[in-house]
């Protein structure tokens, strides 16, 4: 991953809260198209996180990255930003506790990291190696996510194997979710996770067979190798 540090003060050289100097890569000005930006990701601290949140190039350009679907990300009081220029209503984020008020319209989650959509919030320092692990997953893996509930509850097996063979053409750059309680294809899937009674097993369907678990029962009920 290519990163740039960015100053929005007018000057490389930036100091931070604790008089610390940091030389950045470039000054906002610089920066003619934003387009090519896969991600912004907004410090915290103060009065840092209140100096972005008074930038309204810095405003503008956020909100525009998060209207074009790219990533925009916030950490301990910074979040605050994004809930100054109006994207966080209505989504699940998490801040430096104290500052979850400035989340305007925000569901405050006390995680350390939250992802909702193309928004990601980290709650402070302890949550900095989290919040760049789940920043840079996101980054290396931007592939859609497909939920599908139940999808062939009401279909005959030939049709259930059309749809699913067409469904694996279609879905091999997605992340899919397959929510079922029809268990034919099971063993195509890279990954089990099944839940009962609020505990869950997770592994591969060869994995959930040696088991000989629940369900293992319901695939041999079904008849799954027929």
């Not at 916030?74 to 209503?89: D, F, K």
Request: hydrophobic share 45%; with cysteine; proline share 4%.
């Amino acid at each position: 991953l290519e990163v740039k540090t960015v100053s929005i003060t007018g000057e490389q050289m930036v100091e931070t809260t604790h008089g610390i100097k940091l030389m950045t890569d470039l000054r906002i000005g610089d920066i003619a198209d934003f387009s090519d930006v896969d991600a912004m990701l907004l410090p915290g601290g103060l009065p840092g996180a209140t100096n972005l949140n008074k930038h309204r190039m810095l405003r503008e350009i956020l909100l525009e990255q998060y209207n074009q679907g790219r990533i925009v990300a916030a950490i301990c009081a910074a979040p605050l930003v994004l809930g100054s220029i109006g994207i966080l209503e209505g989504k699940r984020a998490t801040c430096y506790p104290g500052f979850e008020k400035r989340m305007t319209g925000a569901t405050y989650t006390q995680e350390q990291v939250t992802i909702d959509g193309n928004i990601i919030t980290g709650e402070a320092l302890g949550a900095a190696i989290p919040f760049a692990l789940a920043l840079a997953r996101t980054l290396a893996h931007p592939r859609p996510v497909l939920v599908l509930d139940d999808p062939f509850s009401a279909l005959d097996r030939s049709t259930e194997d059309a749809i699913f063979a067409e469904l694996q053409a279609y879905a091999r750059d997605k992340v899919v979710f397959l929510i079922s309680h029809r268990l034919y294809h099971f063993p195509q899937m890279r990954q089990v996770i099944f839940m009962e009674d609020g505990k869950t097993a997770v592994g591969t369907h060869a994995e959930l067979m040696q088991q000989k678990g629940v369900y293992a029962n319901l695939c041999n009920t079904q008849n799954l190798f027929l």
